[in-house]
């Protein structure tokens, strides 16, 4: 008897105090698993635990040896440090701020990846792929974690390793010594970009730039509803909705990325108030 | 010989009275050991054979909270011999580093227990993901899980400014900066100085206790990586490990 069955003949009363836990055909506390093959925490597990904590403990040790904490110069607010980074964990937040405003980049960004984590088993309904690694049955799944990740450490190991002086590009092999001249690039908002191409006015150029930032959220989020039906039924408007404004938000992240390394493009949208 | 010294111990009036159970050489007092014991009693008595298996878990999360509690430890350590003051503070790591017996061996300790700890928090939550363990019922779980990334990252930075070095002093500078940028409550983000925002009162001074990195924003870090975040985190890991006893482990059955 599954649990389904258990509440319909015994349904929870919030009256009473007690309640029936469970009833089960079987004899064993564990369901859907005949015979029993459990053991003993004590030393089972507790040996594991102690072995891994020895381990972690011996590889700190080791590498302790070879690598100290570092300590630079007492802290001096008259001489900043050029390029000055982040610890590494945030090196990729301030990578973003190359492509992004701070406002973007440092603040809402963060929240968003931070919310977005939240949200993700309650935007997964998907049931199958619990208790197992599978990719073919949770690719989709799959392909927004590891997307979303590759974003957070290939920015990471570009701030660590191809940032230097006034944090411009620098490949291994260039002089890290010598500053680059900021003039070699020179970053354009998009809809100037249009006023040069079709000769219309600031205002028109900011239009095609506010149409396409919002044409692409729009197309984003209806195509896949007409494309991918059963998805959008398994997923209810609601939680789709919120999925599709995530996932086209992370994908813009990258979208900008390119836009930025490859055209020099600086904002697509452009208002008074916010540029992204 | 030895038997018999064993006996003596474990039939002892002492042991009795602290453990309250005899030596866990038999499955009854196996059970006893762990429930009945304040620190073991986090896991059950018993455990399907299949969770024990390596490579589900590859034991991430359990070394995550022994790098925590590492970290504790050290931190505790170097407690003693640090000032909150930016007149002292850089002088003590250097003691720490020179003078101290053990001082270099706890500050290495402790700095790279807490790299390992943001590594190990990421793939200890890389392998929830690949197993699909984060569904239900265990959503809520994944969602006090990020909640204590987050804290990890947050401990991580505030205790970047305490050796108060021109790393931790530029670091925490523009990481301050970027809050300054918050939308509607920050002096430079969008909306923020249409709303009053100014130097002096926007969320960044609320932060640093000031304008800029100084006294008031060590002493508020200070407290920050020392008492409050340690303790959110220790009440979320508490809630984290209740709800997988709670909540079912997620493993093969």
Redesign the interface.
């Known amino acids: 008897m599954d649990e389904k069955v258990t509440r319909e003949i015994f349904p929870r009363d919030s009256r009473k105090s007690y309640g029936l836990v469970e009833l089960m055909k079987k004899t064993a506390p ?1 369901v ?2 005949e015979p029993e ?10 040996m ?2 102690i072995i ?2 020895i381990l ?2 011996v590889g ?1 040790m080791v ?2 040896q070879f ?11 008259s ?3 050029n390029p ?7 090196l990729g937040l ?1 990578e973003l701020l190359v492509y992004f ?3 973007y980049a ?3 960004l963060p929240g968003m990846i ?1 919310v977005g ?2 949200l ?3 935007l ?1 309904v998907n ?8 990719y073919s049955e ?1 690719k989709f ?2 392909f927004n ?1 590891s997307f979303g ?1 590759a974003i957070w450490w290939i920015t990471i190991i570009i701030g660590t390793y191809l940032r230097g002086l006034d944090w411009q590009w620098y490949w291994p092999w260039s002089n890290h010594l010598e500053h680059m001249n900021p003039a070699l690039v020179t970053l354009i908002p998009l809809h100037l970009i249009f006023v040069n191409w079709f000769h219309v006015s600031e205002g028109v150029g900011k239009l095609f730039g506010d149409i396409i930032f919002i044409g692409y959220f729009a197309l984003g989020t209806i195509i896949p509803m007409i494309v991918w039906k059963p998805m959008y039924k398994a997923m209810g408007l609601w939680r789709y909705l919120t999925f599709s404004f995530f996932f086209l938000s992370m994908m813009g992240v990258a979208l900008k990325i390119v836009l930025r390394l490859l055209f020099n493009v600086k904002y697509v949208l452009v208002t008074p ?2 540029n992204i | 010989m030895l038997q018999k010294i064993k006996n003596e111990i474990v039939e002892s009036q002492i042991f009795k009275s602290v453990f309250r159970h005899g030596y866990p050489d038999n499955d009854l007092d196996r059970a006893y050991a762990i429930f009945s014991s304040v620190f073991l009693h986090i896991h059950p008595v018993k455990v399907r054979r299949s969770a024990l298996r390596m490579r589900y878990t590859f034991c991430l999360g359990g070394i995550t909270l022994f790098l925590f509690i590492i970290l504790a430890v050290t931190g505790i350590w170097l407690m003693f011999y640090y000032t909150p003051y930016t007149g002292l503070a850089y002088r003590n790591i250097k003691d720490l580093q020179f003078v101290i017996f053990g001082g270099n061996l706890m500050r290495d300790l402790h700095r790279f227990a807490a790299h390992g700890m943001v590594l190990f928090v990421w793939l200890h939550m890389t392998r929830v993901f690949l197993t699909g363990a984060y569904k239900a019922p265990r959503e809520f779980n994944w969602v006090v899980g990020v909640v204590l990334l987050v804290n990890t990252l947050v401990l991580s930075w505030t205790g970047y400014l305490l050796p108060w070095d021109q790393l931790a002093y530029w670091a925490v500078t523009v990481g301050a900066k970027m809050a300054s940028y918050t939308p509607l409550i920050g002096q430079n983000g969008p909306w923020g100085p249409q709303l009053g925002f100014l130097p002096t009162n926007d969320i960044m001074f609320m932060l640093l206790g000031g304008t800029v990195v100084g006294q008031n924003a060590l002493i508020r870090f200070y407290v920050l990586h020392c008492v409050v975040l340690p303790l959110v985190v220790t009440v979320f890991l508490a809630v984290h490990f209740w709800r997988i006893r709670k909540d079912g482990f997620s493993g093969p059955l």
């Open positions: 564990i859907k698993k093959d459990t053991v003993y925490v004590w030393p089972n597990l507790l594991i635990e891994c904590a972690v403990t700190l590498l302790i690598e100290h904490a570092p300590l630079r110069s007492l802290a001096d607010p001489t900043t440090p000055m980074r982040a610890p590494w964990y945030f301030q405003d701070p406002w440092g603040v809402v931070i984590l939240m993700f088993p309650y997964d049931p199958k792929g619990v208790g197992y690694y599978t949770r799944a799959l974690y990740f108030w916010i």
